[in-house]
């Protein structure tokens, strides 16, 4: 699925260019997103080890087990193939909370670290917790738009805040959506 | 002071496990350091992903195939009435925040972060994810192949995404 859609996108641009004469610009294009790809690696480099490692020390100290089971109650309503024992519980757990509060830069490495311990037939194919995690990501959880709060203020809004109820209703809509897409997709395929 | 809690929320759990860990007489920084190892090759590991996904969404944008699709598209929101400003948004939100929030911006500048189009905008990047990113960097972490119910899933959660933001700002 990837490849089709890789090879699309790169071939489409790369024809419309062609058509429409900026292969030049194309260029440029492609040697600037390489870059650019590299310093958002330095950026996430840098964040994802630190949060790597206090998710670490808090695993160390006991504290990721007491947290993992405060939210097994949803864990288990979300993904009900995950053993009670499962190790990609705590990633997710941290991760689902991380999104929440949007702490964008912490839920990464914990959604990562999740899907390595999700992966255990390595077979390349994913599983319906796997699927369940990405669309519930992919939803968007994050209760409050922190950034977007600042952006409007910045551009001199009189209620920068006024974004947040709608928002917070927006989300909610598009996280229902999710689960109760991921609850029926579940039913249908099985184990 | 909702901002104000949700700043507080990251230096205070930093300072929470930290401080857990010392109490409960843990080598801290010595666990601090097995950890940050992993996270350093995880992401040594997604970095090529990442370099093959910025360059797919950076040469159509480049070569103005994006633009192409969001003109046509243009068209079609003209008939439900949504506001023909938000459409480029809409199609860049999928494929970079960065590109999204410049042009987010740029519709501040232009409208007024208030007006109906400024409005829809700032709910529409807050309950939407960059989708093409997430499933790159999520499923290069672990090389899937057979995506199965995934992307149909991440579209109809984006679309009701898109479709509440534009209503509860209408």
Known sequence: MLNYLWSFMILAGLLFGAVCGNLGEVTQGLIESAQDAVALGITMLGMMTFWCGIMEIGKQAGLLEWFTQKMNPLLNFLFPDLKPDHPARAPIAVNIVANVLGLGMASTPAGLLAMQELDEKRDGRATNAMCTFLVLNISSLQLIPVSMIAYRSQYASPDPGAVIGPALLATSCSTLTAVIFCKIMQKISGR | ?170
């Open chain 2, 1 to 170: 002071m909702l901002v104000w809690i949700s700043q507080m929320i990251l230096p205070l759990t930093v300072g929470y496990i930290v401080g857990f860990a010392v109490l409960a007489r843990r080598p801290v920084f010595e666990d601090f350091l097995g950890g940050a190892k992993d996270g350093m090759k995880m992401t040594a590991e997604i970095l090529p992903t990442l370099v093959g996904l910025m360059i797919a969404v950076g040469v159509p944008r480049r070569s103005g195939f994006l633009d192409a699709i969001a003109g046509q598209l243009q068209g079609i929101a003209g008939i439900l009435h949504i506001p023909r400003e938000l459409i480029p948004l809409t199609l860049v939100r999928l494929v970079s925040n960065s590109a999204g929030t410049g042009l987010l911006l740029d519709l501040f500048e232009t409208f007024g972060p208030d007006s109906r189009i400024g409005m829809a905008g700032s709910v529409l990047m807050s309950s939407t994810e960059t989708v093409f990113y997430c499933i790159s960097v999520y499923f290069g972490a672990v090389k899937i192949r057979k995506t199965g119910w995934m992307l149909p899933g991440a579209l109809v959660a984006t679309l009701a995404g898109i479709i509440a933001s534009l209503w509860v700002t209408r």
